[in-house]
Each structure stands twice: as C-alpha cells, then as structure tokens.
C-alpha cells in the first residue's frame, strides 16, 4: 500500500487560497487524487493527476480556481486552491490508485487503494 499524509489546510476568508500537501511513500502509485467531503454530503473527486504529470482531471466545481501538481520525483502531490468560496468547506483528502484512470473513472473513490487522513478547510464569507 501507499502511505499518504496530508497537509496545508485550514481557514481562509472567501476569495483567499490555500495549498494542500500530499507526500507518499511505499508502493508505486498511478493517479493520485484529491476528495473531499462535507457534513452530510457524498465524497466527491475534486482533482486527479497521472503520475509524473502528462494526464490531469477537475471537477466542474474547481475548474480554473484549483490546480493539482506534483513534483520530482513525485512523491509529493499539491493543491493549489485559489479564489476559495464557502462551498468549498470540507475534508479534503488524498488518495492514490493503483490503475491507470480516465476521465470516466477519477472520480470514483473506489478506484482509490490508499487514503490520508484528511485535512480540513473552512472558508468563511
């Protein structure tokens, strides 16, 4: 399995950025992936990027606000969110999968092996 640990939440006023960790160690990935979830809501896939960055996957939601990028040699994934609004509030998480994903299935957590702990973000208006 891929060890993953989050960092980078917290609070923000809406309009503000925020920049998320992801550092994996263990077994090789494929895609690496951000969730997130609200109280009362489904988790949903927010970004997705194929390892060593040739392929990468948005939400509706987050498209031109949020980026996903990893560095070299991509045991680090990032989250740069910016122009945050107060739906954005939640756990985000990230996740990585053993296969090799399409715009059809990113968004699946069930494609996902291996999960952080989680990260919360709150963004106040």
């Known amino acids: 399995q891929v060890q993953l640990v989050e960092s980078g939440g917290g609070s923000v006023q809406g309009g503000g950025s925020l920049r998320l960790s992801c550092t994996a160690s263990?077994?090789?990935?494929?895609?690496m992936g951000w969730f997130r979830q609200a109280p009362g809501k489904e988790r949903e896939g927010v970004a997705a990027i194929y390892r060593g960055g040739a392929r990468t996957y948005y939400a509706d939601s987050v498209t031109g606000r949020f980026t996903i990028s990893q560095d070299n040699p991509e045991n680090t994934v990032y989250l740069q969110m910016n122009n945050l609004a107060p739906e954005d509030t939640a756990m985000y998480y990230c996740?990585?999968?053993?296969?090799?994903?399409?715009?059809?299935?990113?968004?699946?957590?069930?494609?996902?092996?291996?999960w952080g702990q989680g990260t919360q973000v709150t963004v106040s208006s």
């Open positions: 996740a990585a999968s053993l296969f090799v994903l399409s715009a059809d299935s990113w968004s699946s957590p069930e494609e996902y092996t291996s």
């Open positions: 263990g077994y090789m990935y494929w895609f």
